[in-house]
């Protein structure tokens, strides 16, 4: 099983700020089954990202992913309020697919 | 409209059975794997297991295997998640999601139920 690692566990940022997220994988992963998913209080998570890089349908153009083999990245070019919330990364390369422990995204 | 609509909350016993269900629409069912998520409460997300309904081809994490069926109906387009003993530590949200098939070489859960909150206390 494929364990997924991400860092940091919480980022506080002010609006505006330019956020990073790190996902490590602990083995090397097809970018086309790395993805990254949203989930704000009381709802159920939103796909962001796809084959590492691509956005889903109707993600504002502000969310980028990028990385390759055992290590991806979610950048948030300028936080907007309603970007605060937790990220997670997912591979699915092999079954079972495995999620990271999440980032807590929080308004500094 | 892609939608995949999760059955309604429940509250067990422990040793109880339950099956939830997850109806999907507005797509071809059978071409999409749908998969079950649990999230404890205050916790992150666990991939529990997947299921392609076209041929019934399962997958089970290893935490998963042994303490839950998944299954679908492919003439009612719905999935399940079954126990057949509930235990407390079982209390959590679990949602299905749409996974696109194989052959388009990529993965993710592009569409999401609302969540089934399962509540197990005695």
């Known amino acids: 099983e494929i364990v997924m690692t991400q860092s940091p566990a919480t980022l506080s940022l002010s609006p505006g700020e330019r956020a990073t997220l790190s996902c490590r994988a602990s083995?090397?992963?097809?970018?086309?089954?790395l993805s990254w998913y949203q989930q704000k209080p009381g709802q159920a998570p939103r796909l962001l990202i796809y084959?590492?890089?691509t956005r889903a349908t109707g993600i504002p153009a502000r969310f980028s992913g990028s990385g390759s083999g055992t290590d991806f990245t979610l950048t948030i070019s300028s936080l907007q309020p309603e970007d605060f919330a937790v990220y997670y990364c997912?591979?699915?390369?092999?079954?079972?697919?495995?999620f990271g422990q999440g980032t807590k995204l929080e308004i500094k | 409209e892609v939608q995949l609509v999760q059955s309604g909350a429940e509250v067990k016993k422990p040793g109880e059975s339950l099956k939830i269900s997850c109806k999907g629409s507005?797509?071809?069912?059978?071409?999409?794997?749908i998969g079950w998520v649990r999230q404890m409460p205050g916790k992150g997300l666990e991939w529990m297991g997947i299921?392609?309904?076209?041929?019934?081809?399962?997958r089970y994490s290893p935490s998963f295997q042994g303490q839950v069926t998944i299954s679908a109906d492919k003439s009612i387009s719905t999935a399940y998640l079954q126990w057949s003993s509930l235990k407390a530590s079982d209390t959590a949200m679990y949602y299905c999601?749409?996974?696109?098939?194989?052959?388009?070489?990529?993965?993710?859960?592009?569409?999401w139920g609302q969540g089934t909150l399962v509540t197990v206390s005695s």
């Open positions: 999601a749409r996974r696109p098939p194989l052959e388009l070489e990529r993965g993710g859960f592009d569409y």
């Open positions: 507005g797509y071809s069912f059978t071409s999409y794997w």
């Open positions: 299921i392609y309904p076209g041929d019934s081809d399962t």
């Open positions: 083995q090397s992963v097809s970018s086309s089954y």
């Open positions: 084959g590492a890089s």
């Open positions: 997912q591979q699915d390369y092999n079954f079972p697919g495995t």
